[in-house]
């Protein structure tokens, strides 16, 4: 089991949020975060002040996988939060040592397998087939 | 009902009395995006308490200080509670409206030009001292500086100064105090600190178009009439501030790269500004040149203030001070009796001594209010206290002052209204038990 936790463009977030789903994970959590890294600065001017944005806008999202879906998780997002300019974001993977599904009370890999894990891929294949890059089904709230 | 008294006039300076009431609604919105979200209802309180304390004011004295037919400088006592401002009109100020329309319609101007100084002084002044100091500032500068321009006998009126609509009354008046002010009260604790933005530029705009909207009352409205007069006046108002607007977004365009928002509303403000005092006397192409010139000169020093330490917040001194004596004395350049009969001939009309008139009408106005600002505020400071301390600053003054908020669950909670954390626990509803809390000792 592994902790993936992935901080993309928040422009990017619907199609890497269909990425994900396309490949079957299905238990994602979203945070708005700022963040500093190699990106140039935004300057913004009001009247005499000068501003310089030192934190960019970002958007952190973590997904607890089950062996077989970690690889297939990191190419999700490699594939759809890329655009080649400086600022896509960082994927950190790490070990987790248990995980418990709080209603049930199951443990590790049975607390990983969302219930409904086939229906909600074929809804989220279909809605993009249907609408390109739109938000897919189960829209995540944070 | 007195048949002298027009129809079509009162009708006129009664809509442009309610459209000048508008304009500090504008200017609350106008300075409230300007600061940050935690300052943002104090900062629109200090021109929406002007609108009760003033009104009140008004009525008991302000108006018989400013327009009673008294001594050459000041109004006298003959009018306090109205006695004797009646439905009537008083040729000395308008013959065909009655007395109260014009009281009313100078209400509004003696509501704004102090609300304008709040501009200086946002985001650190105890709103008690604040309340306290307008009513001072408006009965001991507004009151005596309106009747020495526009009173009846008032000694600049006299002189022959041309101020049509208050460049010299209002704006040069509060733009200096608003300096004075600052510099005494001393800067925010942020300041050269850490940035400080507007948190809300779509109210700004929002300020800004109310105040273009309503300036067409406090400019045509002053002609106190419904005629040509006040048709000049009204198309050297949009004018000015047109030019005012593109001319600022070429500046900014220039310095940065890009025409900011804040920078357009900033510059049709500056814009009306300027043309306050010239709009019944210019013509309409002088209002162009008056437009622009007053958006450079008040550009430039709004640059050169945000290199000092002079914490004067939202620039009342450059875009209202500098922008107005920039106005009054263009007057003085371009008044002509070719677009003003009743008016007078400045500069370019061969009449170069109204310079030296609107100089003395300036000087006079800045003299009154600076020093009379200062008195005010070392009175006040002394008494009720004048700066809110370091907590209540950092906390904002919307808590620390009113005990509200602008954005309820923003302030110290970890994140936004609609989301689970930013919901507050309800402390003092009547008969609630805490639900589902741990029970403790």
């Known amino acids: 089991?592994?902790?993936?936790?992935?901080?993309?463009?928040?422009?990017?977030?619907?199609?890497?949020?269909?990425?994900?789903?396309?490949?079957?994970?299905?238990?994602?959590?979203l945070?708005?975060?700022?963040?500093?890294?190699?990106?140039?600065?935004?300057?913004?001017?009001?009247?005499?002040?000068?501003?310089?944005?030192?934190?960019?806008?970002k958007v952190k999202i973590e997904m607890a996988c089950s062996e077989p879906f970690v690889q297939p998780c990191i190419d999700a997002i490699l594939s759809s939060a890329r655009t080649g300019e400086v600022g896509d974001g960082k994927i950190f993977?790490?070990?987790?040592?248990?995980?418990?599904?709080?209603?049930?009370?199951?443990?590790?890999n049975a607390a990983?397998?969302?219930?409904?894990?086939?229906?909600?891929?074929?809804?989220?294949?279909?809605?993009?087939?249907?609408?390109?890059?739109?938000?897919?089904?189960g829209e995540e709230e944070s | 009902?007195?048949?002298?008294?027009?129809?079509?006039?009162?009708?006129w300076v009664l809509t442009a009395t309610a459209l000048v009431m508008v304009m500090t609604v504008g200017l609350a919105f106008f300075y409230g995006g300007l600061v940050r979200p935690k300052n943002a209802l104090n900062t629109m309180m200090m021109s929406v308490v002007a609108l009760g304390l003033i009104s009140v004011q008004w009525v008991l004295f302000g108006y018989s200080i400013a327009f009673g037919h008294g001594s050459p400088l000041w109004g006298g006592l003959a009018w306090l509670g109205f006695r004797g401002v009646g439905v009537d009109p008083d040729p000395a100020y308008a013959a065909t409206i009655p007395?109260?329309?014009?009281?009313?319609?100078q209400l509004m101007f003696a509501i704004i030009t102090p609300a304008l100084i709040s501009g200086a002084i946002v985001e650190r002044m105890r709103f008690r001292a604040y309340v306290v100091f307008l009513l001072l500032w408006a009965t001991f500068i507004y009151d005596p500086l309106a009747h020495w321009v526009w009173g009846a006998g008032g000694w600049l009126q006299k002189l022959g100064a041309l101020d049509f609509a208050g460049g010299t009354v209002v704006h040069i008046s509060a733009g200096v105090s608003a300096l004075v002010a600052a510099r005494m009260l001393g800067a925010r604790r942020d300041f050269k600190r850490t940035a400080i933005v507007p948190h809300n530029v779509p109210l700004v705009l929002l300020g800004a178009g109310l105040l273009w909207f309503g300036w067409f009352g406090f400019n045509a409205g002053s002609a106190l009439a419904a005629n040509g007069l006040a048709a000049l006046a009204f198309t050297n108002t949009n004018t000015a501030a047109a030019m005012a607007l593109v001319t600022w977004a070429c500046l900014d365009l220039v310095r940065t790269g890009k025409i900011t928002a804040v920078g357009a509303a900033t510059g049709l403000v500056v814009g009306l500004v300027g043309i306050t005092p010239a709009a019944g006397y210019i013509t309409a192409p002088a209002s162009l040149a008056v437009g622009a010139l007053a958006a450079l000169v008040s550009y430039t020093a709004i640059q050169i203030r945000a290199t000092t330490r002079l914490d004067d917040s939202l620039d009342v001194f450059s875009c209202h001070g500098l922008a107005g004596a920039a106005g009054a004395m263009l007057t003085g350049v371009f008044a002509t009796k070719l677009a003003n009969p009743a008016g007078g001939d400045g500069w370019l009309a061969g009449n170069f001594a109204q310079m030296g008139v609107q100089l003395v009408a300036v000087l006079a106005t800045v003299a009154l209010a600076a020093l009379g600002t200062a008195v005010i505020l070392t009175i006040v400071k002394a008494t009720v206290g004048i700066k809110a301390d370091v907590r209540a600053q950092l906390r904002g003054l919307d808590l620390s002052e009113h005990g509200e908020e602008a954005y309820f669950g923003e302030q110290g909670a970890i994140a936004g209204p609609g989301t689970a954390l930013g919901e507050s626990v309800v402390v003092s509803a009547v008969a609630t038990e805490p639900l589902g809390a741990p029970a403790t000792g």
């Not at chain 1, 089991?1 to 959590?29: C, N, Q, S, Y």
């Not at chain 1, 993977?93 to 590790?108: A, F, L």
């Open chain 2, 1 to 11: 009902m007195n048949a002298a008294i027009s129809a079509g006039d009162t009708a």
């Open chain 2, 99 to 105: 007395l109260q329309a014009h009281a009313m319609f």
């Open chain 1, 31 to 57: 945070t708005r975060v700022s963040g500093h890294g190699g990106e140039q600065e935004i300057v913004e001017q009001y009247r005499g002040t000068t501003v310089v944005m030192e934190f960019h806008e």
């Open chain 1, 112 to 137: 990983l397998t969302a219930v409904n894990a086939d229906a909600v891929q074929r809804e989220a294949l279909k809605h993009v087939q249907h609408a390109g890059a739109g938000a897919g089904a």
């Open chain 1, 1 to 29: 089991m592994k902790l993936i936790t992935t901080i993309v463009r928040p422009d990017r977030l619907a199609e890497v949020k269909a990425a994900l789903f396309r490949a079957g994970v299905t238990g994602i959590t």
């Open chain 1, 93 to 108: 993977v790490q070990p987790i040592e248990r995980v418990i599904r709080i209603r049930t009370g199951e443990v590790d």
